[in-house]
């Protein structure tokens, strides 16, 4: 067999040079050099926010946002409608005094919310036996499945084979066995929120109707709200507005499973680095080091954070179609091993999207309207990458980063109902407390919308109208 | 002992000086690009393969040694080809060739002579090869490897990794007979 050839072939091409990609050395020393000197700073960041998860990792985790959820909405609609009752009071008083009447309606809005929490706190008792129960036949499975990775590691050389395939279904039954009682744990989120708000608006209904208005009161109130609506009339000619928002979507998610894994779905392998001869590998220590340990994987996605601009357009007196643009950033984090020894990736993916919504006012008062609103949301990632960081013995290894290439478009429909007050002559500010669901984009990214596609959000924002 | 070039520029890269390391990309940029060029087709993951080899060169510059002149080249280029293969292997259905074709027979005792072809051809046939022939025949041919290490590296048989290897033997022998006859062709 003659491959003296091929040695030619070597000896021909050895000092052959390719065009170098542009702008790839800018790019490296933007890693090197550039960030290096602020990743320090935001690494101490990053750590702070890992800590903060960990500790979120515990069962009680859902509930307790959830409290935050449900005495946030409490407290917003309270303020809202205490907030907008003391304006009248004002108003019929004719007084100047605006202190003390707040201070009086904090107080009342902080003891409704907080008669809610007790509310809702006796709901999510049965919700947390049901989870605990869930958690402790995920524990079982756990210990089943990690004496197996041990009894396969034992194996050597076979590891990989052996664990990918006790994996990998384990894995899928896992999954499913979370996205259930993910899945439930929203349905009783979005019922208690139902129960709270419809509780809220009751007893907001019968408080009016408990206070004892004298008649010249009540005629004094008639007149101002004639009044009022006359300006409000006047006002609502069509106006453009242009809003601020930025969006706070419900809680964020995390999954634990036994064994190691990434986030694009490939598992790690020993013989992969067996033949490098450059050093010590980080992955390689982060194998060795865990090879006798119980090693899990967790998925943690961040509360996706929006930022936007929108234009709205009044329809007349009720209506109103606004559209505009608006920046999500989504990322999710992911670590496999044990706490000193682990895999920990990073994805982070932006999205720019139109959202398109119809609004229609439902009361106007004074400065406050009550509106209801409805819409879809197109949004397209514009970019995302892969951030995996190696830890040996609490220190950092080694980094790699990597750009996604699939960019996804993300179509979403909301509804929400929202208070907008009025501060100055053309700006306001509002909350929409709402409901959005996510549809499957049919990608491959794994994004806290594939997680929980329907998910609770509140949005806050200022709106400037342009006339 | 008088340093050389290629010792000094080592000593200022462990300092991690930003005018050493592009230096160091300015000098052997090129070559890397041709490395990963021949296991990696796409140019944004050849870009981006590029700039994860340099983010681990930047890291593990404490662990080379220097042993004589050309080590560092040496060292650079197997740290790219092992960021290269890391790259193939994350986009695993690159390696699953199958295993269904016949092996050529192993008459063609002629020597393909390609003095005439230029490096730039001959990249563009390599380039060519399906992924998984390709991978084996560069670890093979520009590696070094036997057939024992590639099959560990790719976690395929040793058979397989001999049988792809020539299978993309035959193929670029076949390339290069095809080239030369239009070649030929061209001037009659």
């Known amino acids: 067999m003659n491959n003296e050839w091929l040695n030619d072939l070597r000896r021909k091409m050895e000092d052959h040079t390719e065009d170098v990609p542009d702008g790839l050395w800018k790019n490296i020393r933007e890693e090197l050099f550039v960030e290096n000197e602020e990743k320090k700073g935001v690494g101490i960041g990053l750590a702070a926010n890992d800590l903060k998860a960990k500790e979120k990792v515990t069962s009680t985790k859902g509930y307790r946002s959830l409290f935050y959820r449900i005495a946030g909405v409490a407290a917003v609609l309270g303020i809202f409608f205490i907030v907008g009752k003391m304006f009248d009071f004002n108003f019929e008083n004719k007084t100047s005094n605006l202190i003390k009447p707040i201070d009086n309606h904090k107080y009342e809005s902080s003891k409704t919310s907080s008669n809610h929490q007790k509310l809702s706190g006796k709901k999510t008792d049965t919700a947390l036996q049901n989870f605990s129960e869930r958690r402790n036949n995920l524990n079982t499975i756990e210990i089943n499945n990690s004496n197996q990775i041990f009894v396969a590691k034992a194996f050597g050389k076979m590891v990989n084979k052996v664990r990918n395939q006790i994996d990998n279904p384990f894995l899928n039954t896992l999954d499913q066995n979370q996205n259930q009682s993910e899945k439930s744990n929203n349905q009783n989120t979005i019922q208690k ?29 008639d007149k101002l709200e004639e009044e009022k609506l006359k300006i409000t009339n006047k006002k609502s000619k069509k106006v453009w507005m242009v809003s601020l928002l930025t969006g706070n979507a419900s809680a964020n998610s995390t999954e634990q499973f036994p064994g190691y894994a990434t986030l694009n779905g490939t598992t790690y392998s020993l013989p992969e680095i067996r033949n490098l001869e450059m050093g010590e590998d980080p992955l390689m220590s982060i194998l060795l080091a865990n090879q006798d340990k119980k090693v899990d994987a967790k998925l943690k996605h961040k509360t996706p954070v929006t930022f936007g601009a929108s234009l709205y357009y009044n329809l007349g007196k009720r209506w109103g179609i606004g559209t505009g643009i608006n920046y999500t950033k989504l990322s999710s984090e992911l670590t496999s091993g044990t706490s000193s020894n682990f895999v920990g990736s990073e994805q982070t993916i932006h999205y720019v999207g139109i959202p398109v919504q119809v609004n229609y006012n439902v009361i106007q008062k004074g400065a406050f309207t009550g509106y209801i609103t409805g819409g879809g949301t197109v949004e397209k990632a514009v970019s995302g990458n892969i951030k995996t960081q190696y830890i040996v013995d609490g220190t950092v290894k080694e980094e790699t980063k990597e750009n996604i290439s699939e960019k996804p478009v993300q179509v979403s429909v909301n509804g929400a109902v929202g208070l907008q007050l009025k501060i100055i002559k053309n700006i306001g500010i509002y909350a929409e407390p709402g409901v959005g669901y996510h549809f499957n984009d049919n990608s491959s990214l794994n994004t806290i919308y594939k997680e929980k596609p329907l998910n609770f959000n509140l949005k806050f924002g200022i709106r400037v109208s342009l006339d | 002992m008088e340093e050389t070039k290629e010792q000094i520029l080592v000593n200022r890269l462990l300092k991690k000086e930003e005018t050493a390391w592009k230096e160091l990309f300015e000098v052997y940029s090129g070559s890397l690009t041709y490395v990963c060029s021949r296991y990696v087709i796409d140019k944004e993951d050849v870009h981006d393969v590029l700039q994860n080899s340099f983010m681990q060169m930047f890291r593990s510059i404490s662990s080379f040694e220097y042993r004589g002149n050309g080590s560092l080249k040496a060292w650079i280029t197997r ?33 393909p002579d390609f003095e005439e072809i230029s490096q730039q051809t001959i990249m563009q046939m390599i380039r060519s090869l399906p992924d998984g022939y390709r991978t084996v025949f560069n670890l093979y041919v520009f590696e070094n490897k036997s057939h024992k290490e590639i099959a560990e590296i790719l976690e395929i048989a040793e058979n397989s990794s001999a049988s792809q290897f020539h299978r993309a033997k035959a193929m670029l022998v076949k390339k290069i007979k095809e080239y030369k006859m239009s070649k030929t062709a061209q001037y009659e």
């Not at chain 1, 408080?207 to 109130?221: A, T, Y």
């Not at chain 2, 986009?91 to 063609?108: H, Q, W």
Request: aromatic share 4%; hydrophobic share 25%; charged share 45%.
């Open chain 1, 193 to 221: 929120e139902e129960i709270t708000i419809a509780e809220l608006k009751e007893s907001e209904e019968n408080q009016p109707d408990n206070e004892l208005l004298s008649k010249e009161e009540k005629g004094w109130k």
């Open chain 2, 79 to 111: 740290i790219v080809v092992n960021e290269s293969l890391k790259h193939i292997k994350q986009n695993k259905s690159l390696i699953t060739v199958s295993e269904d074709f016949e092996i050529p027979d192993e008459t063609e005792d002629e020597e």
